[in-house]
C-alpha cells in the first residue's frame, strides 16, 4: 500500500464529512483523542450562546426558559444511543469516579448474601481505589484477578462484578454479553466502565442485559476537558438503588424544599448536586457530532485505522524493537493501538516535537489513538513515517525528550 492509495481511501470515505465538524490545529496529528477529544468547530460559538443570551440574558429564567434543570437527562439521551441504551437507562451528571462510588455503593447492599467485590488486577487505577473505599465500607472482600480469568472467577461469593469494556492500556474488548451472562448465573451484578468505548466501539448494553455502566464526556463524546460523565443504570434495576449520595436534585420534589430525602423516580435519583451548565452544554454539542454519522460505518473506521497503524509500524519500523501490546484483530480491539519499547516515553516526546500526538503509558508503552470522526488514515500514514525517521535518525536520544512531564 502506498500513499497515493490512502489517499484514495480517504476520498472514498463516507464519514469524510465529519472532519470538518472539528477545529483541528494545522501541522498537527492529533492521536491521542482517546484522551482529549478534539474541540468540535462549533463548540465555542454553542457555549459562548449560553453564556451570553441564556445566562447573560435570561438569568435565572433559563432554568425553565432553556431546560437547563433538564439537562443530564438529555445530555444522557444523546448518549443512550452510543451505547445501546434506552433514553431513561442514562443520564449526565459528576464525575466518572463519583459515578463509580455512587452506583458500587448503592448495588452492594442488593446482593447481602455475597461477600466480594471481584474486579479485574490491573485495570485503570481509579477504579480499584474506589472499590476498594467502598467494599471496606460496606465490610465486603475485594477480589482482584487477571482479565482473561475474570469470568471463570465469578462463583457463588460474588456480589458485584467491576470491569473494564476496553482496557486503558492495550486496548483489548471484554466480551459484555458473556461476562455478565456468567455474572447473572452467578446471581451477581456487573458495572462496566465504558470510558475508552463510548463512540469509538460497538456497545449494545440492553441487548446484554448489562446492569450498570458509568462513562467519562472528554474522550471520544468530544466534550472538553473536564466534561461530564455519565452513568447507566438498567431499567428494571434503577428504583430498587439508594444513592449514597443523596443530594437535593435527586430528591422527588426538589423544589419542595422538604427536610425528609425522598428519592427521585427512575434514575433521576442518582443527581445530587446542581448540574455545571457551561460544561453540560459543551457537552451536549461534542455529541452533537456524531448526527448523521452511521454508527456501524464508524466503529469499522476506528478498526481500520488501527489496522492500518499495526501494519505500517510492523512494517516501517521493523527491527527498531516495538512489540505489538494490543489485539491483532479489530473485533477485539478498541480505538487504541499500543507499542512496548523500552523507550517509548522519549519516542513519544519526539513525537509530539515533530507535530504527532499520542501519549505514553508507564512501563513502557506508546499509545496511539484513533477517534474515526475526525482521523484520516493518511495521517496515520504520516504519523508512522515520522516514527520512522525519528528512529532511524536517533533524534529521540536527546535529553529533553527523556525528562518526565507531569502529564505525559
Known amino acids: 500500500m502506498t500513499r497515493e492509495e490512502v489517499l484514495a481511501l480517504d476520498a472514498a470515505d463516507s464519514l469524510a464529512f465529519a472532519r470538518e465538524r472539528f477545529a483541528l490545529p494545522d501541522g498537527t496529528i492529533y492521536l491521542d483523542g482517546n484522551s482529549l477529544g478534539a474541540l468540535p468547530a462549533g463548540t465555542p460559538?454553542?457555549?459562548?450562546?449560553?453564556?451570553?443570551?441564556?445566562w447573560g440574558r435570561d438569568l435565572i429564567a433559563s432554568w425553565n426558559r432553556h431546560d437547563w434543570i433538564g439537562l443530564p437527562q438529555r445530555v444522557g439521551a444523546r448518549i443512550a444511543g452510543l451505547v445501546g441504551a434506552g433514553e431513561d437507562e442514562v443520564i449526565a451528571c459528576d464525575s466518572t469516579s463519583v459515578n463509580l462510588f455512587k452506583l458500587l455503593s448503592a448495588a452492594l447492599p442488593l446482593r447481602a448474601d455475597s461477600s466480594d467485590l471481584v474486579i479485574e488486577d490491573a485495570g485503570f487505577p481509579t477504579d480499584r481505589y474506589i472499590a476498594a473505599e467502598v467494599a471496606a465500607r460496606a465490610g465486603r472482600s475485594l477480589r482482584a484477578v487477571p482479565r482473561a480469568d475474570l469470568a471463570s472467577a465469578i462463583d457463588e461469593r460474588t456480589a458485584l462484578v467491576l470491569?473494564?469494556?476496553v482496557d486503558y492500556r492495550g486496548g483489548g474488548i471484554a466480551d459484555i454479553a458473556a461476562i455478565t451472562a456468567a455474572a447473572h448465573a452467578a446471581g451477581a451484578l456487573v458495572l462496566w466502565d465504558l470510558s475508552h468505548s463510548a463512540g469509538a466501539v460497538a456497545v449494545d448494553l440492553a441487548r446484554a442485559r448489562a446492569d450498570m455502566a458509568v462513562g467519562c464526556g472528554y474522550k471520544y463524546l468530544n466534550g472538553g476537558p473536564g466534561a461530564p460523565a455519565w452513568l447507566y443504570v438498567r431499567r428494571e434495576l434503577q428504583d430498587a438503588l439508594a444513592t449514597p449520595i443523596p443530594g437535593w436534585l435527586g430528591h422527588a420534589a426538589p423544589f419542595a424544599f422538604t427536610q425528609d430525602y425522598r428519592p427521585a423516580p427512575g434514575l433521576?435519583?442518582?443527581?445530587?448536586?446542581?448540574?455545571?451548565?457551561?460544561?453540560?452544554?459543551?457537552?451536549?454539542?461534542?455529541?452533537?457530532q456524531f448526527e448523521g454519522v452511521p454508527?456501524?460505518?464508524?466503529?469499522?473506521?476506528?478498526?481500520?485505522?488501527?489496522?492500518?497503524?499495526?501494519?505500517?509500524?510492523?512494517?516501517?519500523?521493523?527491527?527498531h524493537g516495538f512489540i505489538l501490546a494490543s489485539p491483532r484483530d479489530g473485533a477485539s480491539r478498541g480505538s487504541h493501538v499500543a507499542f512496548a519499547h523500552p523507550h517509548a516515553h522519549a519516542l513519544c516526546q519526539a513525537l509530539i516535537a515533530r507535530g504527532v500526538v499520542g501519549d505514553f503509558r508507564a512501563p513502557d508503552i506508546l499509545r496511539l489513538g484513533f477517534a474515526p470522526l475526525y482521523l484520516r488514515l493518511v495521517e496515520v500514514w504520516d504519523a508512522v513515517e515520522i516514527l520512522g525517521q525519528i528512529l532511524d535518525s536517533g533524534e529521540w536520544d536527546q535529553p529533553r525528550f527523556h525528562q518526565r512531564d507531569r502529564v505525559t
Do not use: N
Open 163 to 165: 470491569l473494564t469494556h
Open 295 to 319: 454508527l456501524p460505518a464508524l466503529f469499522a473506521k476506528g478498526r481500520a485505522l488501527g489496522d492500518l497503524a499495526i501494519w505500517l509500524v510492523e512494517d516501517r519500523c521493523a527491527g
Open 45 to 54: 460559538g454553542h457555549v459562548a450562546r449560553v453564556v451570553e443570551e441564556q
Open 268 to 288: 433521576s435519583r442518582m443527581l445530587c448536586g446542581t448540574p455545571p451548565v457551561l460544561a453540560m452544554a459543551a457537552l451536549e454539542h461534542g455529541l452533537m
